[in-house]
């Protein structure tokens, strides 16, 4: 059987009403539910290469790599990751990591020939996956609805996709906690 | 068998990302689907009394009951309504309205005596629906999740209500257009 073709896909934990952290980035609300995210797992083995933005960078080394007062922690991903930033970030031994700036075509290109088949994760924030919609080269929406809503915070995708709209390919609810929504982003939704 | 209990359920349309309507009131990314809401009949044959805010109510005097250029509909509604504004605003004759301002407790005794049984509405908008919650009136949440995101607009609920999390109850899609997310808004949330 042959392959379907690699697909980028923005994969995160969302509250019901659109936030993906709240504005102190207190994960609280999400680590409550401990297993969130049990769909992750058969979702990362077919991920690539990856993608995040310079807040999701650095809150990942400050809560988990190296978190204050806690035993340090190993970079968590195995496939080739890219930062989007447009600062001077630490880096963090023996992760593959790339930084980037600016448009995000050319870096896409790079990430689909590291990937090797296999998908792109758009990690977040939701301005990073924003600019691979606007580009054209987002397939895939891919949102844990947690069961809460946090008022205000980070937003899930600061964009208009509503005309055409996304399609909803799938809604499968895990118990009480949350629900797995997957959508496809319709061609010339940038 | 004995009747359930009348339920307070806040029931509306969203987008994924939260908004209930856009800055500019603009519902162009909802009627698209023609038929989104078709859970909407089972779901108001149960309502027995409802309540809305002045800008719902306004929205739906300029564009549905008295829309410029286009023959004037009836009042939707047959059973009672309790509308919350702080302004004096037109009425609409033949509609079963009452407008109240304030605390948000004596109004719900007022609508549960006058539902009889059956269920309170609210019809929005969220910050209405986020006092009632205030007051531990709110059990339910119905949001229709329309397969569009908007980037900006009216919050779907301006509150935390995260510890204790909301219960999902049920996730159920409409094809590709949207998905209803049913909720129990658990005790102590306020």
């Known amino acids: ?60 080394l400050r809560h988990h790599v190296r978190p204050e007062g806690q035993a340090p922690q190993p970079w968590p991903y195995a496939v080739p990751a890219w930062v989007f930033s447009s600062r001077e970030l630490p880096t963090v031994d023996g992760a593959d990591v790339t930084f ?22 758009i990690v977040g924030g939701g301005d990073l996956a924003g600019q691979f919609l606007d580009a054209g080269l987002l397939d895939e929406l891919i949102v844990q609805v947690v069961s809460v ?12 996709v509503a005309t055409p709209p996304l399609r909803l390919a799938s809604a499968t609810p895990y118990g009480a906690a949350w629900v797995e929504l997957r959508y496809e982003v319709p061609k010339g939704a940038a």
């Open 1 to 60: 059987m042959a392959p379907s073709a690699p697909k980028t896909q923005y994969f995160t934990a969302s509250s019901l009403d659109g936030f993906v952290a709240t504005p102190d980035h207190d994960l609280g609300w999400l680590l409550q539910f401990g297993d969130v995210g049990s769909g992750y797992g058969a979702f990362y083995e077919q991920v690539g290469a990856l993608a995040m933005g310079s807040s999701t960078y650095t809150w990942l």
């Open 100 to 121: 980037a700036r600016g448009d995000v075509r050319p870096v896409h290109a790079a990430m689909v020939a590291a990937a090797a088949g296999k998908n792109i994760w």
């Open 149 to 160: 809503t946090l008022g205000a915070g980070v937003p899930l995708l600061p964009r208009r």
